[in-house]
Structures are given as structure tokens and as C-alpha cells.
């Protein structure tokens, strides 16, 4: 693909330093459908990036679109902060009869703001609210938001360094697999919790990705997660499951976490909740967990009706039965192979994932990062991630057809080989 280099005068001269995926992909989008992007010279890209994730039903997805439009039309409400709405009432029932009921699920629904940090910070301050504690324990290469309190529980240093401030009443433990298995799973957890005189002060809840998406595609086994939530129900802690990019059917089932068939007290969702890409996240917590007082915890933008919509129609579209979730299964199956027969060639490297949330991880940073770029050269959108950017992940839409699976993994592979 010839790529004509854009004039983005505007972005640079105008726009703050801090923004960052436009640098690893130097052109001007325009509009997007199903898997694909095009930008305004006409390139089409597929797209394995999904909106980081928030795009789990593809761009501009016509059954989304055509709810959102019908409701503008007829001057739904936009924003109803956390009035009773029509929307509103539509998105709970949809997701309390195709979600939370059929996996006997008993969560209460608490909409804390737009996004998963928002999601993220409710699930903390409940925690501590409910406990009367100040401790979380987090993980290793954890990423939870990047507001104060979701980046005391996030792992990655550069992230953490721009908060300009101490992020205190946390404390770091192990991922699954973060020794290479040469120690028994939370030998030192249990050990600080048993010792009063670890100094660890009793936590009042952990908080935990069952994929670590921007750590590296770093997968905990079901077995780990029921001992965590089993160490968690010994110690009188709270589990907080952080569900913002691998739910919504990204490893197949609604929640990730169905696989271990734990049930955490609490869960954060936001990314692909709306469906469409619009501003929307949930806080998930056991009844009698809701301690809050009214107004407590509130936020302008958190009843976004217009969200409410397309996620109700997503909803209805794609969870009543199991047809996406086996689509899924099925996708994940050529991606790994994809990736095993690029791994074989490829001294050095592994590969790791679940669902539709994969990672190929390169000896050498640099090679992803060049990879990355060669892969936008020839028509395919790929992020980077782990602690160095050294792991190459692929996060397509779950809607998205064989063929078009089949010809961004080879775009995929041919670019790992000739950046080698």
C-alpha cells in the first residue's frame, strides 16, 4: 500500500503532546464499517485493534446504528445523569434477563461514569467503604485506569510516574506464571496475611484481570483464579474482578471469569458495554454490598441514554443465544494456530491468549514495535503492549468474518518475518 503522508499540521501544532496512537498510525481516518477503517485518501485498513477493545460488534454496526438513529429520531433523552429513563429501563431488563439471570448472577447495577477508570474507582471506594479498610492488593503488570486510584493498582511504571503524586494504600502481588511457576500460587501472599508482623495492613478487597490486556496478554488459569477467590473469602477480602476489556464476549462467554465459575463480589465493565463505541461503564456488586447513600458517588455523564440504546440492542442481537460466543471459540482456534506457526519460526518467542484476545511475544521489543508499523504499511491496525511493548496483540472484532480473520493474520505474519 502506497501511503501518501497527510497533512496533520493541525494535530501537532494544536494538540497536546500526550496523544499517542496517532503516532503509531500517520494518517487521518474517516469512516469506518464492520472490521474496516478507511482513511480520507482511501486506504482501508482491517482493523485488530477495535477500538482497544470497545468495539467488540465491529464500526458502525448496522443493527447498533439503526436502534441509535430511531431513538435520536424520535428525541430520546440524551443525557438523563441517573433520572429513570426509558433507555435506561430497556438496557437493565435486556441485561438482567440475557446476563445476570441466566449465569444466576445476583448483582446489583451501578452506573459511575463513562469509563472504566470511573468503574474502576466506584469498585475501590466501595470496597473500602463496605470493609473500613485502606489496603487493595493488585498485580503485577495489572492496568486498571489511568485516574489516582486506578493507577495505584496499576503495575506499569511509566504510567504510574504521571500521576505526579504518591499512590499509596496498595500493595503488589504476583501474577500467575510472574515466578515461572517456581513457587507454590500466593505462597507470599498467605504468608503476609498469616504474619502480624509482615506489616501488610488486612486489605479490604484485590482487584484482578483474569487477561492482563496491556501487561503483555497475560493469562491466569481458572485454577489460579479459584484460588484467589477461595484466599479472598478466607481473609475476609473483597474480589474485584476487572472485566473492562475482556468482558462483553471477548474469551468467548459474556465474563471472563465464567471459565474458573467463580463469582467476584464486585465488577468493573465499561469498553464494549454500549456496543458502539459510546461512553459507558458499570460497577457490578452483590446486594448487600450497597452501602452507598444516595448521591454518594455520582458523575454528570453517567447516564448516557443514547449508550443505554445501542447496548440494549447489542444485547438482543448477539447474547440470547450462543452463536457469537461459538464463533468466537472458533476464531480463537485459527488465531492460535496462527500464531504457533509464527512463534515456531521465531526463535525466542511465545504466544499466549484466550478468545479473541491474543498475544505473539518477540525476543526483542523493537521487533513488535517495527512489526507494529510494517503491519500499518500493508492495511492492518495493531497495537503493542507489555511492560516494554514487546508483545504484538491482536484484539479484532468479534464480528468479524473468516476471511477477513484469515487475511489480517497473514498481513500479521508477514510483517513479523520481514522485520525480523
Not at 507454590?184 to 498467605?190: C, H, I, V
Not at 468479524?400 to 510483517?415: F, K, N, P
Amino acid at each position: 500500500m502506497t501511503i501518501t503522508q497527510p497533512d496533520l499540521s493541525v494535530f501537532t501544532t494544536l494538540e497536546s503532546e500526550v496523544r499517542s496512537y496517532c503516532r503509531s498510525w500517520p494518517t487521518v481516518f474517516d469512516r469506518a464499517r464492520g472490521s474496516h477503517l478507511h482513511d480520507e485518501d482511501g486506504h482501508d485498513y482491517l482493523d485488530f485493534f477495535a477500538g482497544a477493545g470497545s468495539l467488540n460488534y465491529g464500526h458502525n454496526n448496522p443493527v447498533l446504528k439503526r436502534a441509535l438513529i430511531d431513538y435520536l429520531e424520535h428525541d430520546g433523552v440524551t443525557n438523563g445523569l441517573d433520572m429513570s429513563t426509558t433507555a435506561k429501563r430497556a438496557f437493565l431488563e435486556f441485561f438482567q434477563n440475557t446476563i445476570l439471570r441466566p449465569r444466576e448472577l445476583p448483582y446489583k447495577v451501578m452506573f459511575p461514569g463513562p469509563t472504566g477508570t470511573n468503574a474502576v474507582e466506584a469498585a475501590l471506594k466501595l470496597a473500602r467503604k463496605v470493609k473500613g479498610r485502606e489496603t487493595i492488593v493488585s498485580f503485577t503488570n495489572a492496568f486498571h485506569g489511568m485516574s489516582l486510584g486506578s493507577l495505584a493498582v496499576t503495575g506499569n511504571a511509566f504510567k504510574r510516574a504521571g500521576a505526579g503524586i504518591p499512590l499509596v494504600h496498595t500493595t503488589r502481588m504476583p501474577f500467575d506464571h510472574y515466578l515461572d511457576d517456581r513457587t507454590p500460587d500466593f505462597l507470599w501472599f498467605e504468608q503476609l496475611l498469616d504474619d502480624s508482623g509482615s506489616g501488610l495492613d488486612q486489605p479490604a478487597a484485590v482487584i484482578v484481570e483474569t487477561i492482563q490486556g496491556e501487561g503483555g496478554i497475560n493469562v491466569a488459569s481458572p485454577q489460579w483464579l479459584r484460588a484467589l477467590a477461595q484466599l479472598c473469602e478466607q481473609h475476609d477480602m473483597l474480589l474485584i474482578v476487572d472485566d473492562i476489556q475482556m468482558g462483553c464476549g471477548r474469551t468467548g462467554a459474556f465474563f471472563s471469569f465464567e471459565e474458573a465459575g467463580i463469582t467476584p463480589d464486585i465488577v468493573t465493565v465499561s469498553k464494549s458495554i454500549s456496543g458502539y463505541g459510546l461512553p459507558m461503564s458499570l460497577c457490578l456488586f452483590r446486594p448487600e454490598l450497597d452501602v452507598w447513600e444516595p448521591g454518594e458517588h455520582n458523575g454528570t455523564f453517567r447516564g448516557n441514554n443514547p449508550a443505554f440504546v445501542t447496548a440494549a440492542a447489542a444485547l438482543n442481537a448477539y447474547w440470547t443465544d450462543d452463536k457469537l460466543e461459538q464463533q468466537t471459540l472458533a476464531h480463537a482456534r485459527t488465531i492460535e494456530a496462527a500464531l504457533r506457526d509464527t512463534a515456531a519460526h521465531h526463535s525466542g518467542s511465545a504466544y499466549r491468549g484466550r478468545g479473541m484476545v491474543w498475544g505473539l511475544e518477540l525476543p526483542h521489543p523493537e521487533h513488535a514495535g517495527r512489526a507494529a508499523r510494517r503491519a500499518f504499511q500493508l492495511g492492518l491496525l495493531i497495537e503493542t503492549s507489555g511492560a516494554h511493548d514487546e508483545v504484538i496483540k491482536l484484539l479484532p472484532p468479534l464480528t468479524i468474518t473468516t476471511d477477513e480473520l484469515d487475511r489480517g493474520l497473514r498481513i500479521a505474519q508477514r510483517a513479523v518475518y520481514e522485520t525480523a
